[in-house]
């Protein structure tokens, strides 16, 4: 087995999320353990009126300048990343090249938010009452866009959108643009800001959200892998690397925090919402992220899992764990913590797998004792766990049958 003759090094990560307004804290929150999943007077009649949000941050005020009002929340969630993750590189825009410069920033549903609210406007009071900004607010390539303005970046610039895994796909896109040449730094990763009465309307609608009954502590219901597991709880946030090849990155004096070693990707074609039931062709892109990375299954000792604690997703995953790895390296599952940040979720899992090598600890899952009998995995439950990791994967799935998987290596 080979892998690619590139070498891309992570060398800058930003993250902002509900249990973080930056990558530290953000760490420490996921290393707790505990959801600060809460009911939302915004979400009041709704059949889901609770989810995990970015709190304590005057978003347009960190985000500055003048041109905050045309940026729907999932923009200045992106920028605010991205700023860190540049920083944490040791870049500067005001003196790199910006024509080498890429930007690819994924997300599923862009302005969604923005969208129900420029109805809303719209049907109430008439065409005057919405902004003449409303078109910005709401297209999902301006989070790539305003972050390449900012940052005088001029080369590739892309939003792909592969719903939940649109984070781990932004990434491999990103690398591939630097295993090609097109570029030397690439800003890459994803965001997500959608948690309003529509979207939480449609999930509870569609039978994939949590419910929560009378008196019931939101911040308990996201249990991904366990026995009782009933569902989704909406997160939003957004996390954003800096890629570099690592040849280049090592000569410029940085450090980096990881490597991307390979990557995966296949379509289920099979159903809009439903994972396969068999996990067959997920478990291909798990196979094709190997096979890119040049690693065999049984060098892998860590698995950030997609784990979205519904019902068919987390057993899918749990059988397809299993028959990949049958040596049982550890797992984890951050959105029992965080909540599924749906298009942001692969990039800022990722993220979260970059600091479980770099810091040797795996975060456990939140609300898990143990994984259902029936799955043999070995979940990382109650505190973090401390150990020394060089090659994990971290899983996305999202809807529309699109897996991507990411393998990373300690640098």
Known sequence: ????????????????????????????????????????PELSGCAVDFACTVDGIDLSAAVGGRTAFRMGRYVKLALIAAREAVADAGLDPESWDGTRVAVVVGTSSGGSASVADQAVALDRRGPEATSPSGVLLTIP???????????????????????CSSGV?????????????????AVAGATEAMICPLAMTGFARSGVAAL???????????????????????????????????????????????????????????????????????????????????WHAGEV???????????????????LISRVFPHRPSVTAPKGVL???????GAIEAGLTVLTLQHGVIP??????????????????????????????SHSFGFGGHNAVLALQRA
């Open 1 to 40: 087995m080979t892998g690619p003759a590139i070498a891309v090094a992570v060398t800058g990560l930003g993250m902002i999320t509900p249990v973080g307004n930056d990558t530290e804290s953000t760490w420490h929150g996921v290393c707790a353990g505990v959801s600060p999943a809460r009911t939302l």
């Open 141 to 163: 390539n301006m989070p790539a866009a305003e972050i390449a303005v900012r940052m005088r970046a001029t080369g590739p610039s892309m939003a792909p959108c592969t719903a």
């Open 169 to 185: 796909t932004a990434l491999s896109v990103a690398r591939d643009l630097l295993a090609a040449g097109q570029c030397d730094i």
């Open 212 to 294: 929560a009954g009378p008196g019931v502590d939101p911040a308990v219901l996201c249990r991904p892998f366990a026995a009782d597991r009933a569902g989704l709880v909406m997160g939003e946030g957004a996390a954003i690397m800096v890629l570099e090849r690592e040849k280049d990155a090592r000569a410029r004096g940085a450090r980096p925090r990881a490597l991307v070693a390979g990557a995966g990707a296949t379509t289920d074609a099979h159903h809009p919402t439903s994972p396969h039931p068999s996990g067959a062709v997920a478990q291909r892109a798990v196979e094709a992220a190997l096979r890119d990375a040049g």
């Open 301 to 319: 000792e860590h698995v950030n899992a997609h784990g979205t604690s519904t019902p068919l997703n987390d057993a899918t995953e749990a059988a």
């Open 339 to 345: 909540g599924h940040c749906m298009g942001a979720a």
């Open 364 to 393: 456990p899952i939140a609300n898990l004792d143990a994984p259902a009998d029936e799955f043999d995995i070995d979940c990382v439950t109650k505190q973090p766990l401390l150990r020394r990791i060089d090659r994990a994967v």
